[in-house]
């Protein structure tokens, strides 16, 4: 199920409800991308200074990709709704 995020914010839950999904801790999801606990936990608040390579192994960890599109043209707020 593909998810729509905008946000560091929405990305964070994002990786978060993926990992919950596959049973995953922190700690092993961090085992699994070569990361510290800390930083998994970091990404999944929405730290806005996390880096691409992080958020890069996060995704390949989780078994995702990441896909750049045009944005569709709902309103900001409608999106906040979403999540």
């Known amino acids: 199920m593909a998810e729509l995020a ?8 994002a990786l978060r409800r ?7 801790t922190q700690a092993e999801l961090a085992r699994r991308a070569g ?16 880096r691409l390579n992080t958020l890069m192994d ?7 990709e990441l896909v750049i599109q045009p944005r569709t043209k709902g ?3 409608d999106i906040e709704d979403i999540f």
């Open 35 to 50: 990361l510290r606990q800390s930083t998994v936990s970091q990404a999944e608040g929405g730290l806005e200074t996390a």
């Open 18 to 24: 993926y990992r919950r999904r596959q049973k995953l």
């Open 58 to 64: 996060l995704l390949r960890a989780l078994d995702l």
């Open 6 to 13: 905008r946000s560091a914010k929405q990305i964070g839950t």
């Open 75 to 77: 309103a900001h707020s």
